[in-house]
């Protein structure tokens, strides 16, 4: 198993970090009509999406706030995933899809700064298990949660990482440590934004 710090946890850790990256005015507002989207490619390194290349779209309707941010925070600390599954189910900030389908929902949708012009995004959402995993006992059914991160360089074409199969756990207290059921996670290429997208 490859396990990955992504520095989610500079969001998550503490109230002082928080507030740096997720200031209130700096993450876009909610007063937009339309959905904002990312679009790209998903390239596949290894396990179920090895050697394959699949549209990537993320439809953004909210970002979550730094208050949902802490629930989530604390549900980790408190219960683990299980915690941190439920908590997840009450959130709802937009679509992830993955090839040709409708995709599943994003539950929760993370935008921070990312340089001087670029932005960050993380979006954590519970992924569907399939009848034979939940039927046949598969491990994969401890990998509960889907992962993607984006990062977008102003008006030019952003990258990033994609998890379809993750574990989620709480080290020392404020780092979120992810785990790729597969051995690489896959790769994002040529995200673009599209609306108003991200952090200003």
């Known amino acids: 198993m490859r396990r990955n710090r992504f520095s989610l946890s500079l969001a998550l850790c503490c109230a002082a970090a928080a507030s740096l990256l997720l200031p209130a005015g700096r993450t876009l507002g909610q007063d937009s009509a339309s959905p904002r989207n990312v679009t790209g490619a998903v390239v596949g390194v290894g396990g179920r ?37 439920r908590e997840l189910e009450d959130m709802k900030a937009g679509r992830i ?25 993380i979006v954590l959402f519970r992924r569907n298990l399939d009848l034979f995993e939940l039927r046949y ?17 102003g008006r030019g074409a952003g990258e990033g990482t994609f998890i379809p199969a993750a574990q989620v756990r709480l080290r020392d207290g404020n780092t979120w440590e992810v785990e790729d059921f597969g051995v690489f996670p896959a790769r994002l290429i040529g995200l673009r934004g599209r609306g108003r997208v991200g952090v200003r």
Do not use: K
């Open 49 to 85: 999406l090895g050697g394959r290349t699949l549209p990537f779209r993320l439809i953004i309707d909210r970002y979550t706030s730094d208050a949902e941010v802490q629930r989530l925070n604390s549900a980790l600390q408190r219960g683990g995933q299980d915690a941190l599954l």
């Open 97 to 121: 899809q993955v090839g040709n389908n409708v995709g599943v929902e994003a539950n929760a949708i993370i935008a921070s700064p990312s340089g001087e012009t670029g932005t960050r995004i």
């Open 137 to 153: 006992g598969r491990r994969s059914q401890d990998y509960r949660f889907g992962y993607a991160e984006l990062f977008l360089r």
